[in-house]
């Protein structure tokens, strides 16, 4: 049997055996984080671990091979992704930062009601345009990076948040002129 078909087999029967146990692992290292699946992980290192059973060398610990591979895959997942915050829990500075570039200058006066009044603009937004507000002015995100994973041109996110920044400014225009 030649070293390719030997380690397919082995890690083939190894994955078969401790899907469970390796799905374990995963989880348990990046439980903090609500934006990543162990499944996706897993999936994602057995791709490439499979896709190198080809190599000329054979696999003597399957298990310590396996296992290593999903710990650096965990690590570069780690390093490279930023902590996205939820809007509940982002600061009010925040949304007077936003009502500040909304209007050009601060207006301390409304701020506490127009912080308010703003989240409720958000989320009244359609998808799109929510989302593009929370990523790049809130989360942190540039439009290079929303642009990679989602797959949108940059031109058409900076388009969206433009028409967004529009019809949050008329909003609260309306808004600020009830109260």
């Known amino acids: 049997m030649t070293a390719e078909n030997n380690n397919y087999k082995n890690l083939s029967s190894f994955f078969s055996e401790e899907y469970r146990s390796l799905r374990a692992y995963v989880k348990s290292r990046i439980e ?4 990543r699946d162990s499944e996706d992980i897993l999936q994602d290192v057995a791709v490439k671990v499979f896709s190198r059973a080809s190599s000329a060398t ?16 965990i690590i570069d997942l780690m ?3 930023r902590k996205a915050y939820s809007l509940e829990h982002e600061t009010d500075a925040r949304l ?5 570039q909304i209007y ?5 006066t409304y701020s506490e009601k127009m912080s308010a009044q703003l989240r409720r603009a ?6 799109a345009y929510r989302d593009i507000i929370r990523a ?3 989360e942190g995100y540039t439009y290079k990076e929303v642009s990679f994973e989602t797959g949108v041109p940059e031109g058409t996110l900076m388009s969206r948040r433009h ?6 400014l008329k909003a609260l225009e309306i808004k600020k002129e009830t109260i």
Do not use: Q
């Open 32 to 35: 903090d984080t609500a934006d």
């Open 58 to 73: 054979p696999i003597d610990n399957i298990a310590g091979f396996v296992y290593h591979a999903l710990r650096n895959r």
């Open 79 to 81: 390093r490279t992704t």
């Open 96 to 100: 007077s930062e936003m009502v500040e």
């Open 104 to 108: 050009g200058v601060s207006d301390n």
């Open 122 to 127: 958000i989320d009244d937004l359609k998808p």
């Open 136 to 138: 790049i002015d809130f």
């Open 163 to 168: 028409r967004a920044m529009a019809l949050l």
